[in-house]
């Protein structure tokens, strides 16, 4: 099974000097949901281990269309580093239009590009008119928040922000059976915002969402802050995500020339750590 694994990793790996130049990376980016841990949920204690080995080796930054709330819950109150390992990690929500970093005691908001709050109300106005011009009903039991501001950008989640957080797997399951029965209507609305709101950058987000942020905030957008903010040229960073195919909400970040790797999910970005670290084998 293992070697399995392997090989299917093999085959996603992009980089333009060979696989040996993945142990000389300066600087590792991850996805969150889908990459470091299943959708709204927390990292596993073998992910997090690896991750934890990584941080002591290279730096690491994490990119995920969720607020920081999100990172604290699924990523950092479950790492066991001490605070000088700390000074490697670097969190980037909401695809980057926010970034934290650890001062030495706690994390401190860098800088966040909030939407004011007319097109934010704009924002949520088309939400409302394009469910009614689709016909979208909204299941009977929801869990959490259906349209969150997360203040550098507009979410809806088809089933509740919060379904995870309540039902944990089943939560999942539930997004999965949605994802399967509705994302051709969900593409159908992301059309749709899209032509009512021309000034804005419409896309889909997980299994259940659509996010909505200023035009120009993606993958790509949130790669490159991440070089300014880090001073890290492209070629010294490897990006890891488990949507990098076209039309997935990770794909925008190939368009900057950064080498990457997709997964499937956490077990597959735990054998990259450790091809990172040096042992595959491990």
Known sequence: MYANAASHIFMKIHLKRGKASIRAKALVVFDLDGTLAESKSKIDSATAR??????????????????????EAQLLKHLKIPSRILWHLFVFPASSTSFYRWNGKRWRRAYEHKITPPKRKKIINAFRRVFREV????????????IENRGT????????????????AKGIRLKEEWNKTH????FRMIRRLSQCLPEFSVKAGGLTSIDVTMKGIDKAFGVRKIRDELRTPLRDMLFVGDALYPGGNDYAAVKTGVDYIQVSGPRETREVIKLILGHAHG
């Open 50 to 71: 690896l991750l934890e080995r990584l941080l002591q080796k290279t730096r690491v930054a994490v990119i995920s269309g969720g607020k920081f709330g999100q990172f």
């Open 135 to 146: 016909d979208y009903r909204h299941p009977q039991k929801t869990y959490g928040v259906v």
């Open 153 to 168: 950008q507009i979410t809806f989640s088809a089933l509740g922000q919060d379904i995870v957080k309540q039902l944990g």
């Open 183 to 186: 994302d051709d209507l969900r």
